[in-house]
């Protein structure tokens, strides 16, 4: 028997068909972009899950920094060497990627050696452990038939980038056991971290010249500049509250040196993830991508304070 069209419950059932054909067809056109995650409510998910993801990796990577530090220097000499080991691990996974093949277990050997020389004899032990990987990498080179000359200076190159560099933090560390020492290298390390958030903040805010489109598009110079006015105004705080023979020019001097340093390790970094097609160094930071990727900057810059305190008479 079929229902009188008239019929007021025969109309609203059609009316009801129709909305959820409606409906059905909505969802249907909205089916690719929700495969791709490129709804609204999906965008506006994952940004927050990355964002907690990266605020959460990125305290742990603080705090457990700072416990360090403050702990003394051996606790600083620790976390140096394995960040130091992480760091020239991803720096061989990205030299892989671009077609070379260090020599892992030379490199990695010399990366835990460098912190552990800076932390028990001096300058005077990080120079042998240079002498005694240049010619470990020489023994390979000469007794293996497959090493060439471009696998052999990434692998020498590899401790020497990310592990000598990394030392810095230890000899600012050790120049005294106490809260002095604990706050100078807290304070190095900060002047480098302060200029990244400077330069962020100022280049999308007012960033319109590229300063190094082919190698990191979205850096410009005037958050360069900024950067170069945080990392000044940390070096100036140091001069007033920890190291009162630093006079106030010095301390201009020294924040721009650093954060020029900084940014050239950042660039530098940029342009072997570049040259490799890789996006991150590694995936060890959730939401920060590699260790490499966190340090780039402290590498250069680290380096540049200890040379700069060494030879201003503070260290």
Known sequence: MTQDKNDPSARQSEGLDRQVDRLEDKRASKEDARAAGDLRGQRARSSAEKLLTRTTSGAVYAIVTLVCIFCGPL????????????????????????????????????????????????????????????????????????????????????????SLTFASIIFIRKYDPGMTGALLTLGVMLSMWVNDTFAYLVGSAIGSHKLAPRISPAKSVEGFLGGLVGSVLVWVLLSVFVLGTLSALSAVLFGLVVGIAAVIGDLFESRLKRGA???????????????????????????????????????
Request: proline share 4%; charged share 10%.
């Open 75 to 162: 606790t600083t000499a620790l976390l140096v060497a394995a960040e130091a080991w992480l760091c020239c691990s991803e720096f061989y996974r990205i030299c892989r990627m671009g077609g070379r093949m260090p020599n892992e277990v030379l490199g990695l050997a010399a990366a835990m050696l460098f912190p552990a020389a800076a932390y028990l004899q001096g300058f005077a032990a990080c120079t042998l452990v240079v002498l005694l990987l240049l010619m470990a990498c020489a023994c390979w080179y000469v007794f293996a038939p497959r090493a060439n000359v471009a696998d052999v200076s990434v692998t020498a190159f590899g401790p020497l980038y990310t």
């Open 277 to 315: 097609s890789v996006k991150d160094s590694g995936n060890v930071l959730p939401g920060h991508g590699g260790l490499l990727d966190r340090s780039d900057s402290m590498l250069f810059g680290g380096m540049a304070a200890l040379f700069l305190l060494y030879f201003g008479g503070i260290l």
